[in-house]
């Protein structure tokens, strides 16, 4: 501790402004305000000290000094920026020092030997003192730190000697050495004279204090050198404050007695007498406690910053110092860090003198200090269970005041605060937005952001939710193929990110197929390389990984509704890939027509509950456990084929309370977004088409299935009643002029369809439409977008003119021929189709949608069904709808008695994939009515919403997903919407 910092911060801090220029202070400021100047010095650098104690104290200290706890305590950006202004500040002190060596060097050739002088004054203290940076540069080479520790004995001593001299001189004036400015103390002296201030013109308080600060920044110097410190955590606190207390004491005491014993004008006069020398018993012993106190400083500068360098550019926080991470020599000498350390000094030697490069570095040290005492408070208020400091004489709001008395000094000199600061904020933001070094070092910062956010919640808590306040909130569950390894190519992922412009959550779910006892060491993993894919996409995606592990998929889907998020950040939609085939890889087969299920336990004993359902839907595979029992088995189709278990965990979406988006070509999607973007200014874009879009084959899950268990799909609701529950029909008023049709309640059924809700009110505000559809038609024919080469001309029909008079007039065909004519247009189009009141979900997705930077330009059609006479009112009923809830779109009308009979292929489809006729079932004809009014309308659509027809209990599985596929069957991307019933829409601001 004495040797390797109080001795080297003692001769840092008594150093060349003590000999040379505390005589001046004096002179100006006065003995009142010099004492004042001192203390106050003294408690800014006794509060960093403590703070610096208390972190240094808390963990091992490597290299690095200063920088390496700012940057260990507040993170690498503000270490990073801290650490190379300290850096800059260590090595402009390099030029004060030699500079004071120069100055007392010509002043004693000046005595001793007859005013020598190779050129001018100002000359030669610039020679000398470039020769002995030079020198001390050999020095610092030749033994770095240990050197110096050795020469630091000797050096100790001449100060000693020199201090000595001077105090012993005090008491030896006579009135004989009046002509020389110097004072008797018994008289008296000039005491008197020198209490209060008497200023040079253009000299204030604050000049003083920017002169004199600078000698005590050698508290500093301690911690520079802690990786060669054997135990720093025991050596800075101690030895930093002893040599604070020794040194503040010695100060006062050669203020008080410079004032008492020289005249002011002897003071002031710097540039032709040193006071110090005057009054001491021994002027040689004086001098050589100058260039002791001089070059013992700058070594211990020149040693410390190339240091602080080499521990900046070994953390790799700035990729443009990377050349300055490497040593050489025994002692790992940071050699090019040495030559950077000799630039700047040696430019700094030539641009100034001691006044003009003291007050430069203060404001360098003040900030620093300022963040130390900052980073000591946030640890605490942070309150994470490692700040643990072992040194207890600190307090955090102590050292509050210390961080604020540091700016507020630094704020004086406004103009150099400003470019310090400025030049902080620089560095800062580079290591922010462009380097973003991968550390984490567990920063003060994260902890207090850990604490905001947990109170956050917690408040969050305490307020009921309301309808304006609603974002939409996404779980996106990966199919059962997906590995997380492979993350950032799925496309739902990516459209879920365009969807996020209501800022919510979004949380990608994965379900481990496997047991907890054996696989529990994957899921921190998974969690792990899940958020490392989606960080380093373009742009990064904002989303959270939950993982779970359940032998079932169906189950661990069923774990994640439940347990997902927390307090009220909990998502609110579930997201879903299309099972593109999943009618591949087996038979769907009828309850009545019994199939083995070779993969299912959990029909045993359970023979009357299978005998209750009216229908069961299975896959009819082959139990991969057997075929292939290793966990990187390839499953082929088997988890694309599971129908049973898609329906089941829609269902389960949907009892949990969640709205539902099933996405159908989200990799076409991803493909379409990415070259929208590519070409937004282009005058032509393709969107790819199927053959484009490499469906690979399932990537290897985690572990295959070993047990394959009954997808629950209970026929009535006494088997699940919470599900039958948030699944029962609801039947709610339309919205005000609005009416429903009684021939369309009647072919609509009582559950799904234009009949299945009418308007929904928020506050007294209407939500949406039941019957009313939207639909958006993109600008270019999209088999002409998918075309590889488009060679031919567009044909831009003439514009029908509308008959007003006609309440049946061509309003629908007129808006089809505008969207042939925008057809021209580089330009995507979104249509919605919503079919039945949903709380607003499905016209707020694709609002959100166009808030993207991406789809900010696509054209917004909103299409209602309608089989009334009058379409030109019920356009402007839905406009005025739309008005009020301040979404700007398209309405455009179709007119369903233009397909009062099915076309035999859409039957005949239907009836292939549902495994069942179609007979008089009103239901399933009009959802094949307007799947085809959607192939119709929106085939040359960039994207296509459409609402999601609820997945009753009471229908069979391969019916409802017969549904889904005829609605999604377009050659673009579907979106299938249905919310949970709650507004997410009001007409109220």
């Not at 998020?565 to 999943?582: A, I, Q, S, Y």
């Not at 087996?586 to 309850?591: C, L, Y």
Request: charged content about 20%; hydrophobic content about 45%.
């Amino acid at each position: 501790m004495w040797e390797g910092v109080f001795v080297r911060c003692l001769l840092n801090i008594l150093g060349v402004i003590m000999f040379l220029r505390l005589s001046w202070i004096t002179g100006n400021a006065g003995i009142a305000i010099t004492f004042a100047i001192i203390l106050c010095s003294a408690l800014v650098t006794s509060i960093t000290t403590l703070s610096l104690s208390a972190i240094c104290t808390n963990g091992e200290i490597a290299a690095g000094g200063l920088y390496f706890m700012i940057s260990r305590s507040l993170g690498p950006e503000f270490g990073g920026a801290i650490g190379l202004t300290f850096f800059m500040a260590n090595s402009v002190s390099v030029a004060l020092y030699v500079v004071g060596f120069g100055e007392a060097m010509v002043l004693m050739l000046d005595e001793y030997a007859g005013g020598f002088l190779m050129a001018s004054e100002a000359w030669d203290r610039t020679i000398y003192a470039l020769i002995a940076m030079f020198c001390l540069t050999g020095v610092a080479l030749s033994g770095g730190a240990r050197l110096e520790i050795v020469l630091q004995k000797m050096l100790t001593v001449v100060m000693v000697l020199a201090l000595l001299s001077f105090f012993v001189g005090v008491f030896l004036l006579d009135e004989d050495d009046e002509d020389r400015g110097l004072t008797a103390l018994e008289g008296g002296g000039a005491l008197a004279d020198n209490v209060g201030p008497d200023f040079e013109p253009g000299v204030t308080w604050m000049t003083a204090f920017g002169v004199f600060f600078p000698a005590v920044t050698g508290i500093m110097a301690g911690a520079n050198i802690s990786g060669d410190l054997k135990e720093p955590t025991k050596a800075i606190p101690k030895g930093t404050l002893y040599a604070i207390g020794a040194s503040t004491i010695i100060y006062l005491s050669m203020a008080f007695f410079l004032g008492a014993v020289t005249t002011r004008a002897t003071l002031v006069d710097f540039e032709n007498t040193i006071a110090v020398v005057e009054i001491s018993a021994v002027p040689a012993l004086v001098y050589a406690g100058i260039f002791a106190a001089t070059l013992s400083s700058a070594l211990a500068q020149l040693i410390g910053a190339p240091r602080i360098l080499l521990a900046i550019a070994q953390d790799d926080l700035f990729p443009f110092l990377r050349p300055f991470a490497q040593t050489w020599g025994d002692y790992d000498e940071p050699l090019r860090g040495y030559i950077v350390t000799l630039f700047i000094g040696f430019v700094t030697t030539l641009a100034g003198d001691l006044n003009s490069i003291s007050p430069l570095i203060t404001n360098f040290f003040l900030l620093s200090y300022a963040l130390v005492n900052y980073a000591c408070c946030a640890a605490t208020l942070g309150k994470s269970p490692g700040w643990r400091p072992g040194y207890r004489y600190w307090n955090p709001w102590v050292a509050l005041l210390g961080a604020i008395l540091c700016f507020a000094i630094m704020l004086t000199w406004w103009i150099a605060a400003a470019a310090t600061l400025v030049i902080c904020g620089g560095l800062y933001k580079y290591i922010e937005l462009v380097s973003k070094p991968k550390v984490n070092w567990g920063s003060a910062g994260q902890a207090a952001m850990y604490l905001k956010a947990v109170d956050a919640v917690h408040r969050l808590e305490k307020i009921p939710g309301h309808v304006k306040n609603f974002r939409p909130e996404y779980l996106i569950i990966l199919p059962k193929t997906t590995h997380v390894d492979h993350l950032h190519e799925d496309g739902l992922v990516h459209f879920t990110s365009h969807l996020n412009a209501g800022q919510g959550i979004v949380v990608v779910g994965h379900v481990i197929l496997g047991t907890f006892a054996e696989d529990v060491a994957l899921l921190q993993e998974a969690r792990d390389v899940g958020a490392h894919n989606l960080s380093h996409c373009t742009p990064p995606i904002k989303a959270l990984i939950d993982v779970v592990i359940n032998p079932s998929y169906v189950e661990g889907v069923r774990m994640l509704l439940q347990l997902c998020g927390v307090g009220k950040l909990r998502p609110n939609t579930c997201m879903f890939h299309f099972p593109e085939h999943w009618r591949a890889g087996g038979r769907i087969q009828q309850q009545n027509k019994p199939a083995e299920n070779k993969g299912s336990e959990s029909d045993e004993g359970n023979g009357e509950a299978s005998a209750s359902r009216r229908v069961d839907l299975r896959i009819d595979v082959e139990d991969d456990a057997k075929a292939s029992p290793s966990r990187g088995s390839n499953p082929g189709l088997e988890a694309d084929a599971d129908a049973d278990a898609f329906v089941d965990v829609v269902r389960s979406a949907f009892g949990a309370g969640m709205g539902v988006c099933v996405v159908r070509k989200a990799g076409a999607l991803r493909a379409v977004a990415r070259r929208w973007q590519e070409n937004m200014s282009a005058a032509k874009w393709r969107i790819p088409g199927r053959g484009d879009i490499n469906f690979k084959e399932p990537l290897t899950p985690k572990r295959k299935m070993t047990k394959r268990k009954e997808v629950f799909a209970p026929e009535s609701p006494k088997h699940s009643p919470s599900l039958a529950k948030s699944l029962r029909p609801i039947h709610e008023s339309p919205p005000q002029g609005l009416a429903l049709n009684p021939e369309e309640v009647k072919l609509m059924g009582e559950e799904d369809g234009p009949a299945d809700g009418g308007g929904r009110q928020s506050g007294g505000a209407s939500a949406a439409n039941d019957k009313t559809t939207n639909s958006n038609s993109s600008s270019v024919r999209f088999q002409e977008l998918y075309a590889e080469d488009l060679d031919v001309e567009l044909a831009l029909p003439a514009t029908p003119r509308v008959d007003r008079h006609n309440s049946n007039g061509d309003l629908a065909a007129a808006a089809r021929s505008i969207a042939n004519i925008k057809a021209a247009e580089d330009v995507p189009t979104i249509d919605v189709w919503w079919l039945v009141d949903d709380g607003g979900l499905t016209i707020l997705l694709p609002f959100l949608l166009r808030q993207h930077q991406i789809w900010r330009g696509a054209r917004f059609r909103v299409l209602s069904i309608s089989s009334k006479n009058k379409l030109t009112k019920e356009q402007s009923r839905m406009t005025r709808l739309l008005a009020k809830f301040r979404i700007d779109a398209e309405v455009v009308v179709v007119d369903r008695r233009t397909r009062n009979a099915l076309g035999p292929r859409t039957v005949e489809r239907f009836e292939h994939l549902s495994g069942t006729t179609l007979g008089n079932d009103a239901q399933a004809r009009y959802f094949l009515n307007v799947s085809e009014l959607i192939k119709e309308e929106s085939s040359r659509a960039t994207l296509v919403f459409v609402s999601l027809p609820i997945p009753r209990f009471a229908m069979p599985n391969a019916r409802w997903l017969a549904y889904i596929d005829l609605l999604t069957d377009l050659e673009p991307p579907v979106v299938l919407v249905r919310g949970n019933q709650e507004s997410v829409l009001t007409f109220y601001s």
